[in-house]
């Protein structure tokens, strides 16, 4: 379906978001329905079921399709075009910290990020790796070198939904506890191990400093407890903790 | 201990009541079904209603479902999500057909036997026995549920004259007996006839209990469990056809067990990686090979099936054959790789095929020849178009399977909007039928339904647009030896017939 050069069907009001993206140079429809999809396929898996298992095979194909969407991102340059194009390039260092900002974020109660975060830092190549976090996830899409300053109202329906699972997300504080139970080497939904997995690869020149992002926050229910069937890794976590 | 089964699957344990058991026969078991699936040759039997806790009669409902369920709910307003059948499965005579549901309980129905009086209620099914197979369980080092949902049940052939069955949920299988009692013991000597003790002094005489008939009691009994063997949830078993072992597989491991042994099980095929980052293929799917014990099949979520020789060594994990369709890149899209996982694997009764569902196709390979599937049959292409919705509504994960019928001429599987399909393998026919309560009077024949794609529609077509993806048909049965099938539509069960018989 998403061949290029067929018209896509998923995102609806296509009108009002080439619209809104009148001012973006060199953002072809494709790429913003592979964008969307990006999108949407992280948020499908955050929304992963605090109650029950998550379903295993389908977190893969995921998590899959995400690392297809990243490989072909960096084959077109567009993955590399973004960090150029962000406002201000922030040194690695200061991308590390962002990541132990992220841990901080982590380890307290709430699901707020780090302060640092939305300030006008890299937010292009952070956006696509990281609206991992619910309530850094807006602030992100907003500063995104993919979106338009302005509403997201604009982006049509889709877009819209996913602000409303984001402020879902954002509300589900209990579910942070649950983090500290969470597997710290990443369980493979682990969203940034993912996208880490996927940095490894192939990603020379300015995205190298992204690796430094490597095992960020993991989501608010990102961590689908799959992997902590394993007893003698849940007690090394608690012993560490 | 291994028996060389090739002749055990023609065997006919056909099997009455209490009889004793009945030495097999050793010629094939007749098949009726040589005349393939047919166009437009299908009636309803009847419409089968899950129990429910609510038991509340509906008046409006046929009179021969309210003989049939007359004391089960029936008005399917008030199913509850529980009543959701997740499985349904026909022993191996297809006297019996289990249904397995999301609210822990498996429901078996019992074929009506031939009577003079009511010829025309033969081969509808009744409840026969129903039971809590599993709970809903809690995990408290994870804080997870592990749901009771019923996942698959296998049929043990018959060896006496009770009926052995597996069901298994996300995490633990257990092997259930379903025996008959109509005959009680009467006349203790301790004991009176409300099971009250007697008074020994006023014992005067001593009797000898005779056995005396009582209205038939259908009870079934858990008698083993296999537990604590699967992190994993498990999506599969099977019974090998040695009937002393099965396997049982979850998204990265499979495991063989003695049906004796509940608390060491073999674990033959390991897929995680050292490192869960690396994981980007899961197990959907298993199955053991009809008349070789030794073999089994395996597919992924990557479109694979591998086929493996449990004689090469302990751990599976190197196959004897693999299976793989190269991709066509025509069709390349970022949903290719979702496409291609497949849900359900099947071998054909002979034992020389194995049928793959897919999210579009299904697909028959010839065991000799592993680059390419011999036959290929589109479910539903129209949805080709539509996968990004699909993906968006997670309809892309949903699993259909799959089923041969008896001579393996046909095979049939399930779609949207109470849609299933059957493809008459030698004729290249197919067919396109509904399973819903609006559309299906009890012995009308069913009327083939059609899609249409684009352009005009035509009057009683359906546009691709008008689908309901809530209503999926992922669980069918077909019957071992006749043209008999069971279609589970949420909570419903439908038997269909063809009208040849």
Known sequence: MFARGLKRKCVGHEEDVEGALAGLKTVSSYSLQRQSLLD????????????????????VLIANTVRQIQEEMTQDGT??????????????????????????????????????????????????????????????????????????????????????????????????????FSDVDSPYYDLDTVLTGMMGGARPGPCEGLEGLAPATPGPSSSCKSDLGELDHVVEILVET | ????????????????????????????????????????????????????????????????????????????????????????????????????????????????????????????????STFQSHEPEFDYLKSLEIEEKINKIRWLPQQNAAYFLLSTNDKTVKLWKVSERDKRPEGYNLKDEEGRL??????????????????????????????????????????????????????????????????????????????????????TAAEFHPHHCNTFVYSSSKGTIRLCDMRASALCDRHTKFFEEPEDPSNRSFFSEIISSISDVKFSHSGRYIMTRDYLTVKVWDLNMENRPIETYQVHDYLRSKLCSLYENDCIFDKFECVWNGSDSVIMTGSYNNFFRMFDRNTKRDVTLEASRENSKPRAILKPRKVCVGGKRRKDEISVDSLDFSKKILHTAWHPSENIIAVAATNNLYIFQDKVN
């Not at chain 2, 014992?203 to 063997?229: K, Q």
């Open chain 1, 40 to 59: 949407m396929s992280l948020v499908k898996l955050q929304l992963c079921h605090m109650l029950v298992e998550p379903n295993l095979c389908r977190s």
């Open chain 1, 79 to 180: 993955w590399r075009a973004v960090a150029p194009q962000a406002a201000e390039r922030a040194p690695l260092d200061h991308l590390v910290s962002t990541e132990i900002l992220c841990r901080a974020a982590w380890g307290q109660e709430g699901a707020h990020p780090a302060p640092g975060l939305g300030d006008g830092h890299t937010q292009g190549p952070v956006s696509d790796l990281c609206p991992v976090t619910s309530a850094q996830a807006p602030r992100h899409l907003q500063s995104s070198a993919w979106e338009m300053d302005g509403p997201r109202e604009n982006r049509g329906s889709f877009h819209k939904s996913l602000d409303q699972i984001f402020e879902t997300l954002e509300t589900k504080n209990p579910s942070c506890m649950e983090e500290l």
């Open chain 2, 1 to 128: 201990m291994v028996l060389q089964p090739s002749e055990r699957h023609y065997r006919d344990w056909n099997h009455r009541r209490l009889g004793p058991w009945c030495s097999p026969t050793g010629s094939p078991a007749p098949l009726s079904c040589e005349t393939g699936c047919g166009e437009g040759s299908w009636i309803l039997v009847c419409r089968l209603l899950v129990p429910t806790q609510v038991s509340l009669l509906s008046m409006e409902e046929d009179i021969d479902t309210r003989k049939i369920n007359n004391s089960f709910l029936r008005d399917h307003s008030y199913a509850t999500e529980a009543d959701i059948i997740s499985t349904v499965e026909f022993n191996h005579t297809g006297e019996l057909l289990a249904t397995g549901d999301k609210g822990g309980r498996v429901v078996i129905f019992q074929r009506e036997q031939e009577s003079k009086n009511q010829v025309h209620r033969r081969g509808e099914y009744n409840v026969y």
């Open chain 2, 198 to 283: 007697r008074d020994p002094a006023t014992i005067t005489t001593l009797r000898v209990p005779v056995l005396r008939p009582m209205d038939l009691m259908v009870e079934a009994t858990p008698r083993r469990v296999f537990a604590n063997a699967h992190t994993y949830h498990i999506n599969s078993i099977s019974v090998n056809s040695d009937y002393e072992t099965y396997m049982s597989a979850d998204d990265l491991r499979i495991n063989l067990w003695n049906f004796e042994i509940t608390n060491q099980s073999f674990n033959i095929v390991d897929i995680k990686p050292a490192n869960m980052e690396e994981l980007t293929e899961v197990i």
